[in-house]
């Protein structure tokens, strides 16, 4: 890894926990953060929301999704989400469909834990069958 890529994924691993501090949270205590590196460069962060009827909530990985798509992003290169925990935060079968839709096969899945140990993993582990068109 690269000076210039190695800072990129220190930036990431920074704006996802940096995200996860504002994670809303009240019902399960579980605060999330992801942050995405784009085609266009920016890094983009999301944390999740929950609301008190369910399924109305957000992931952070939805989240950070919306908040690149805003931001002009068209893929994701890189995304990494912060687990509240010593346990890697896989995401949920949802999430996992939605990061597959904005990734490409270089597309890198990094898993941080609150011991700072990571975690890396292909999208096609996350979803081996994804829905495509």
Request: with cysteine; net charge negative.
């Amino acid at each position: 890894m690269t000076t210039s890529s190695q800072s990129v994924r220190d930036a990431l691993l920074d704006r996802a926990v940096q995200a996860q501090l504002h994670a809303y949270a009240p019902y399960s205590g579980f605060h999330v953060g992801a942050a995405i590196l784009a085609d266009n460069g920016e890094i983009s962060a999301g944390c999740n929301v929950e609301n008190v009827a369910y399924p109305l909530g957000q992931c952070a990985e939805a989240t950070a999704i919306g908040n690149m798509v805003t931001g002009g992003g068209n893929s994701i290169k890189h995304i990494v989400i912060a687990s509240p925990n010593d346990d890697f935060c896989y995401p949920c079968g949802g999430c996992r469909q939605k990061i597959k839709e904005f990734a490409g096969p270089d597309t890198v899945v990094e898993l941080l834990n609150q011991k700072g140990k990571t975690r890396t993993v292909s999208v096609e582990e996350l979803l081996p069958f994804a829905f495509t068109l």
